[in-house]
């Protein structure tokens, strides 16, 4: 098996070489490499880098996949897709988007006003917009001027109060009208744990009696010909196929007795998304138990077979996963601060010229620790310990032996891990556990990953360099938020492992893997923490360049988001600092000075290496 599981969720996209981690593409640039050189700009921080190149590849497998199946199955209806903006509408990734779906007519879905705006803006002309999530007559309104623009959208209605905005626009107003989708709310729901966007409960979608009163009141006010599409959505990150398959097939039936009943326009149905991505670092902890080929193979299959036992035309396909196009385009990655024992060092010792005889024991042990004796002697420091902080509760030793001991049991821990490492041990395990490390990363999982956060949903991590050194130490990772919430603990199922460094005299960087899709817009500004700074990353034969290098915002932009105006704040400190009593002139004007140097700082942990 590969460090870090890399064969598992990197779906051959990084390669480890020399000990680093490398993008598997072209003349493949180390992560710490380009990392280094976005902190030589300056930028400090956590960062996300982007690697359009990615999308491209996820965007080109699912058309390939499509029609290739399409292909095979002799089916008649073609492929279709949209990128759901929610999963992330930064300018960068729609950029990268518009651009490699081009030569496929790729499109994009909007679930809100805003969307639609970009959607309008960035779809090229003829590829889909399809539009999804409750509407006003204004947002309806805006769907009849994209179509007047000349986009191909489709509003999907998602209950019969929209259909009736839609009519009465359509009625008042001389726009173009767009093609309209209908949402069915199916029996089948999904799997996993974004499951409930399908099932009878789900939030959106028609019931079959409202699916034929929208039929019928489309028929009565001459908008039949409008009716294009039926769409459904089983729910994100589908663990099985199964669900898929059942939805397909109960989906499959109702367009076939729509056509029948006479919705001649009607010619797509539109699965939704539910793509999944691999997060697990394990191989117990895989949960997606189907291939993009397989999904393609079944959907075009199933699809096929009802409309041939219906005698119906095959539909158009269209499907709406986003987290598979973009998940993998994004790598954050962290500079570690700390390292909770990070203290514990060689040279923090301060023996006595008489020392207690316990510590006078933890240093022999120390000594003369062996491969052969690690165990043995890691127990005996750890009893050691034990007693020794029992000895300073009652005021037998002081704080300077007390400190002794922590750091030659630690040094005890380390040594005993590195001489023990190829030989996982139970035991080991077990003590590795109990003597986790904590990792303070330069970053909030609330801004970065807030998916951990609301559902504990994993990301893979992996250090970008020392790949070909065993990792010892059982990591906890604590974020800089003020919020016991910001960790990500150490998790024995699914354990991992990193590094001893000392920070003092080296930099280690983690990457979070997989964090393009969702993470960017739902994260959280707890503690005024913001988007991190981030880099788009092109990368050719013979090295790579950044086509945008931009740094997380500045203290007072944060502030200015906040609705504080910067003015105003810049104004009260000064008034702060002219009524001190404890400065003179010349530190009035430098504390001012050296506040205004932070303010224009972002706001993120600044390591000075
Ligand atoms: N289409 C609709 C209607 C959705 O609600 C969603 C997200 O849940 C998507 C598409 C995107 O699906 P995915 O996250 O699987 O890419």
């Not at 009802?306 to 973009?326: C, D, L, Q, W, Y």
């Not at 300073?392 to 490492?421: C, M, P, W």
Request: aromatic share 8%; hydrophobic share 40%; glycine share 8%.
């Amino acid at each position: 098996q590969q460090p870090y599981g890399l064969d598992i969720w990197g779906d051959q996209n990084f390669i480890i070489r020399d000990g680093k981690a490398h993008i598997n593409y072209k003349s493949s640039p180390a992560l710490i490499d380009i990392t280094t050189q976005i902190r030589s700009e300056g930028i400090t921080g956590p960062v996300i880098l982007r690697f359009p190149h990615l999308i491209a590849k996820q965007i080109d497998a699912l058309y390939g996949h499509f029609t290739r199946a399409i292909e095979e199955n002799h089916y008649q209806g073609r492929f279709k897709a949209v990128f759901p903006l929610k999963v992330n509408q930064y300018p960068e990734v729609v950029k990268s988007i518009v651009e490699a779906g081009r030569e496929h007519g790729y499109g994009l879905e909007a679930g809100s006003k805003a969307e639609l705006i970009l959607a309008m803006a960035n779809t090229p002309t003829g590829s889909p917009i399809t539009v999804n999530g409750f509407k006003d007559v204004e947002m309806i309104t805006m769907g009849f001027l994209a179509a007047q623009m000349g986009h191909n959208i489709t509003l999907t209605i998602e209950g019969i109060g929209e259909l009736e905005s839609i009519i009465e626009v359509a009625e008042n107003t001389s726009f173009r009208v767009p093609n309209i989708g209908i949402r069915i709310r199916l029996h089948s729901g999904g799997s996993g744990i974004w499951a409930k966007s399908g099932g009878m409960q789900a939030k959106f979608g028609l019931t079959s009696t409202e699916l034929l009163e929208a039929f019928d009141l489309l028929k009565r006010h001459n908008l039949l010909d409008r009716f294009t599409m039926l769409h459904f959505h089983i729910g994100s990150q589908m663990d099985e196929i199964a669900p898929l398959k059942r939805a397909l097939r109960e989906a499959g039936n109702i367009y076939a007795e729509l056509k029948r009943m006479g919705a001649d326009a009607l010619r797509a149905i539109n699965i939704g998304g539910g793509l999944s991505v691999e997060y697990a670092q394990h191989p117990t902890q895989r949960v997606r138990n189907y291939s993009l080929k397989e999904f393609a193979n079944d959907v075009v299959f199933l699809l096929g077979g009802i409309m041939r036992a219906k005698g119906v035309e095959h539909p158009n396909i269209v499907t709406e996963s986003g987290r598979f196009i973009t998940a993998s385009h994004a790598v954050l990655v962290t500079p570690v601060l700390e390292l909770f024992s990070h203290d514990y060092q060689e040279r923090s010792l301060k023996l006595k010229e008489v020392n207690p005889p316990l510590i006078e024991e933890l240093l022999e042990l120390n000594n003369m620790l062996t491969s052969g004796n690690s165990i043995e002697y890691l127990h005996d420091a750890l009893d050691h310990l034990e007693s020794l902080l029992k000895l300073f509760e009652l005021g037998y030793i002081d704080l300077q032996d007390r400190s002794n001991a922590e750091t030659l049991v630690h040094l005890i821990i380390k040594r005993a891990l590195y001489l023990k490492q190829s030989n996982q041990l139970p035991e080991i395990e077990r003590l590795q556990e109990r003597l986790q490390e904590r990792y303070l990363v330069n970053s909030s999982f609330f801004q970065s990953m807030p998916d951990y956060w609301g559902l504990k949903q994993h990301f893979p991590v992996m250090p970008l360099d020392r790949l070909e050194q065993p990792a010892i130490r059982a990591a906890s990772l604590w974020d800089i938020t003020c919020d016991s919430d910001g960790e990500i603990g150490f998790d024995p199922k699914a354990p991992l492992y990193l590094h001893d460094v000392d920070l003092d005299v080296e930099e280690y960087f983690l990457g979070f893997f997989n964090v393009g899709a969702y993470q960017e817009t739902l994260g959280m500004h707890h503690n005024l923490f913001s988007h991190p700074s981030e880099a788009t990353v092109l990368i050719d034969d013979d090295g790579y360049r950044f086509t945008n290098l931009d740094e997380a915002e500045d203290i007072l932009e944060i502030l200015d988001n906040l609705e504080y105006d910067p003015a105003t704040v810049l104004k009260q400190l000064e008034t702060r600092i002219a009524e001190s009593e404890f400065m003179t002139k010349e530190e009035n004007r430098d504390t001012l000075s050296t506040l205004k140097h932070f303010l224009a700082q972002n706001g993120y942990l600044r390591t000075t290496k």
